[in-house]
């Protein structure tokens, strides 16, 4: 098996609303993602993919969705002061971790027709999480 990984960088903002500690407030995040894709056979060219398709496939989802914008869940009671300021934001079903996160990603990128293996968000240098269906 072949794999190839591209790393993308975006910024966003988030709380953990039944976090224990400081992430129960609002925080933001310069983070990485790193989205590995695998392929049996290389194409036409010696290549999985070209890093560029899989750039272009992640940055298609993470600028519209993620990236600069304000990540909290569907049942944030800040939702509806956000909504009335107009400030933009995104209603998660889940907590916005980095491990739903990361899951959101490889879902756009496998949706887009890549065999995804695995996509890794580095929420800070030392820290991250892996979402996989292998």
């Known amino acids: ?4 990984t ?3 960088y975006f910024c966003y903002g988030h709380r953990l609303m039944k ?3 400081k992430c129960r407030h609002l925080h933001g995040h ?3 993602a790193a989205i590995t894709v695998m392929a049996e056979t290389l194409n036409e060219q010696g290549m999985v993919c070209d890093f560029a398709e899989i750039e ?3 940055s298609e989802y993470i600028d519209e969705q993620l990236d600069h914008n304000l990540l909290l869940h569907k049942d944030d009671p800040l939702l509806p002061a956000l ?3 107009g400030e933009r ?5 889940e907590h916005p971790t980095a491990e739903y996160l990361a ?3 490889f879902g756009h990128i496998a949706g887009r027709g890549y065999k995804v293996k695995s996509v890794t968000l580095w929420e800070t240098s030392n820290a991250c999480a892996t979402y996989s269906e292998f």
């Open 83 to 85: 909504a009335s300021a």
């Open 6 to 8: 591209k790393e993308v």
């Open 56 to 58: 272009a496939a992640a």
């Open 30 to 32: 310069s983070v990485k």
């Open 103 to 105: 899951k959101l990603i």
């Open 19 to 21: 976090h224990q500690g």
């Open 89 to 93: 934001f995104l209603a998660l079903d």
């Open 1 to 4: 098996m072949f794999t190839i």
